[in-house]
């Protein structure tokens, strides 16, 4: 019997998938573009809205003769048995495979934006969490355990991470973003990439662009962000992540820009990602994303009108479910509405990622090897690291923390004794498991009150609630003041409850008015400060909030961003001194609840000035964190300067600058080292400072270590007034801080030559490399 070339492994992708295209039919190929959800709800009650209203009917026998594109998470629909759930989705491919002319399975995707969302699987901290570790070979550890994990139970492409930079911290979706930074994001966001894909699975970059820019921080509302934005904060992290880490998907964004929606925008599919980016591989769309295009954006007024918009922006896969490129694009390629080379395009790039998954050989098995254990003693110990790297000291005048060991502790507050304070709304927990009341969380989650008691054993610790996350009632406060009135110290545990679409105070669709504590929360720490006994101050959280309020008044400040389900023990860790806090932060923390949106990344007139009675100078700055120990940077040095000015580099040169870090404490402890630019003078306004280099140092009591920046003059770049990429002559700062407003030194240096302009092949990075010290 002879083999068809597109099962020949010896032939080259192209050939092979050419070869196969040749032999489907219209129907055939159309079914490699759609996803099918096995088990979503069509009754109203799925998880976000709209779900029943783009939920297809089909009969599922008839349906895969055709072949199919996509299985949407088997996993992370309802709670299924790891290994159980394998053995079905081995079950399902095969007969998927078998009821088509060509034997090729789905491409199963899942979501894993802090873990893979599946019953019993690690609950890792959330991507914002990861920004405060600064410690992206950490990250990138992670999501190869997370790929791992994946692939273990046949699933073959996981949707994360999001590479949305913050920019107005009452977006409900802060705590999937990796903070207000596009260096930053690039730089954790590619370390994650990276670590997926090296397990096999297909790591993809979301939300393809602009989708937290929405108006009024709103969930889905349009994005009025200006070209120069677009360019210099939105894209950057796609870009990096494409070239460093290798994604080999896309996802469209809901939102619109300046009227046109991303999942219709052929400038930003095509023209930017594949003609510029040189991008090869897949673009699928967000869920819905494509019917909302009639439903919503109603730049379409039919399935098939979504389709052919859909197609011809460059969207090649419809998830999760059949809707537009089903019978609907059918019917509109045979009536002559939509070109067929539409169609086989996106099939031609569906069934090239199939080939080199393996799906299209003849010995493709789908059966797992092994036992399966998805939340394994690794893993945990991993999140365990991940979570003491995140934790943020913002604040510690006295030197209260670490607490003493056997002293009388009050706890109090609402996300102390709640194991589900600690997750976001992407864990398994708070994303499916309110549908399923009756089902066990399948995970140990320590709370921060059991882990405080086990961490200080000696400690006489008492407990009240107070509160509620969100609901207005104060009954609490008298026991909770109380007990804290008894103790030597107040740790007031408060925060967020990770939801969706209102359902939570954080999470999709939980944007906020204003940056205040969720409910009483507030109410209750004034109680409690008032009592005079000192308090501690601990938030389990998905964004920053306001703590001007309180600023002077509390004997220290902890920040977690949902550290996940070992950040019982780690929040608990740094107030016992077990665990020296080393977390920066990703997002700056506002002094007033109002003034929104702000973050860092301002021009001079984005600053506090004498033309706004509004002083948005955050409370604790971007890239902001304390430690139980002590470091001097000492002996900076930079390249050759001119003499009595500046040092001159050309257009296209690099600079180094080096600073000796060490650690003078007792403790073992890591400081993170921060390279920002101040660009003084440009054809544009620039941003006062931007980060463009970190490095982490991790040091032992009396230990030093030499880190240094190679500055290239493309890390200066920008969009022009004519929208080009450039590097202009003149004068620049480089500025090595410990955070954005705490510069230790800094070196100038003048460029010189003429506006130079960037290609795809700019440099992103900055190169950093570290010597230990004697």
């Known amino acids: 019997m002879t083999t068809a070339p597109w099962r020949d492994r010896a032939l080259s992708a192209d050939d092979r998938v050419d070869d196969l295209l040749s032999r489907m039919t219209l129907e055939e190929k159309t079914a490699q573009l759609y996803g099918v959800w096995v088990g979503a709800s069509t009754d109203g009650h799925g998880v976000a809205p709209h779900q029943h209203d783009m939920t297809a009917d089909y009969e599922w026998d008839e349906l895969i003769t055709r072949g199919l594109g996509q299985l949407t998470r088997p996993f992370g629909t309802a709670p299924v048995d790891p290994t159980l759930g394998a053995q079905a989705l081995a079950r399902a491919q095969r007969r998927i495979a078998g009821a088509g002319r060509f034997g090729i399975p789905a491409l199963a995707h899942e979501e894993c934006l802090a873990g893979f969302t599946a019953w019993r699987a690690t609950a890792y901290p959330v991507p914002l969490a990861w920004g405060a570790t600064f410690h992206p070979e950490l990250v990138e550890e992670m999501a190869a355990r997370i790929g791992h994990d994946l692939a273990s139970v046949g699933v073959h492409q996981g949707l994360a991470p999001v590479l949305d930079v913050v920019r107005d911290a009452r977006w409900g979706r802060v705590e999937e973003t990796i903070g207000e930074d596009p260096y930053l994001v690039g730089t954790i966001g590619s370390a994650y990439v990276r670590g997926l894909e090296s397990a096999g699975i297909i790591a993809t970059l979301k939300h393809f662009a602009g989708y937290a820019s929405s108006a009024g921080a709103r969930n889905l509302a ?5 070209v120069r934005e677009f360019a210099d904060v939105t894209l950057p992290p796609f870009e990096m992540a494409l070239r460093e880490g290798g994604a080999r998907s896309v996802m469209a964004a809901y939102n ?9 925008d052929a400038h930003l599919l095509t023209q930017l990602l594949r003609e510029e980016w040189e991008f090869t591989g897949t673009v699928v769309s967000d869920y819905f994303g494509i019917g909302f295009l009639e439903s919503l954006h109603r730049v379409a007024g039919t399935p098939a009108e979504a389709a052919q918009v859909a197609l011809a922006a460059g969207i090649d896969v419809e998830l999760p479910s059949i809707r537009s490129y089903g019978d609907a694009l059918v019917a509109a390629v045979r009536a002559g509405d939509v070109p067929e080379s ?9 069934l090239t990622q199939k080939c080199g998954l393996g799906l299209l050989d003849e010995d493709w098995r789908p059966e797992p090897d092994g036992p399966i254990d998805l939340d394994s003693a690794g893993n945990r110990a991993l999140a365990r690291r991940l979570a ?10 006295d030197g209260l923390l670490p607490l003493a060991p056997d002293t009388r502790i009050a706890v109090v507050g609402p996300r102390a004794a709640d194991a589900l304070a600690m997750l976001g709304c992407y864990s398994f927990p708070s994303h499916v498991l309110p549908s399923h009341p009756e089902t066990p969380v399948g995970l140990d989650i320590p709370t921060l009150l059991d882990s405080l008691r086990a961490e200080l054993p000696d400690a006489k610790v008492t407990f009240a609630e107070g509160c509620d996350t969100s609901e207005p009632d104060t009954g609490g406060f008298e026991e909770a003041v109380a007990r804290a009135a008894e103790a030597d110290v107040c740790v007031a545990v408060l925060g967020d409850r990770a939801g969706l679409f209102g359902r939570g105070t954080s999470g999709e669709g939980c944007d906020v008015a204003e940056l205040q504590l969720p409910g009483v929360q507030a109410e209750l720490l004034d109680a409690l400060v008032s009592t005079g006994v000192p308090v501690v101050l601990v938030l389990l959280t998905g964004r920053p909030y306001a703590l001007g309020r309180w600023h002077g008044r ?10 996940g389900e070992e950040g019982g023990p780690a929040v608990a860790g740094v107030l016992s001194g077990r665990v020296t806090p080393s977390g920066r932060l990703p997002v700056s923390v506002p002094r007033e609840r109002g003034g929104q949106p702000w973050t860092y990344l301002q021009p001079p007139l984005g600053l506090a000035g004498g033309v706004s009675s509004l ?34 580099i ?6 180094e600058v080096s600073v000796t870090v060490r650690n003078t404490g007792a403790r073992a402890g890591a400081e993170v080292v921060q390279l920002y630019l101040h660009d003084p003078v440009a054809s544009v306004t620039r941003p006062d400072v931007r980060l463009i280099g970190y490095e982490r140092l991790e040091l032992a009591p009396g230990a030093a270590s030499r880190v240094t920046f190679r500055f290239h003059a493309d890390l200066s770049a920008f969009t022009d007034r004519s929208g080009r990429r450039v590097v202009e002559p003149g004068g620049l700062e480089l500025r090595l801080g410990a955070s954005s407003a705490d510069v230790r030194h800094a070196a100038r240096v003048r460029l010189v030559g003429g506006t130079r302009e960037l290609g795809v092949d700019r440099r992103m990075r900055c190169e950093t490399s570290t010597d230990p010290v004697g």
């Open 342 to 350: 539409l169609v086989d395009r996106a099939a031609r790039r569906v």
């Open 554 to 563: 509390l004997a220290s400040v902890v920040q977690a961003f949902f550290p």
């Open 256 to 264: 619109e820009t300046d009227g046109v929606p991303a999942s219709a």
């Open 222 to 226: 349009p994005v009025r962000a200006g």
């Open 388 to 397: 003491e790297e995140s934790v943020v000291l913002l604040d510690n005048p």
């Open 650 to 655: 050309g257009t296209d040169g690099s600079y």
């Open 615 to 648: 002083d948005p100078t955050p409370l604790y700055p971007f890239g902001h964190g304390l430690s139980y120990t002590s470091f001097v940077w000492e002996d900076f040095t930079e390249g050759a300067s001119a003499e009595g000015g500046p040092a001159e």
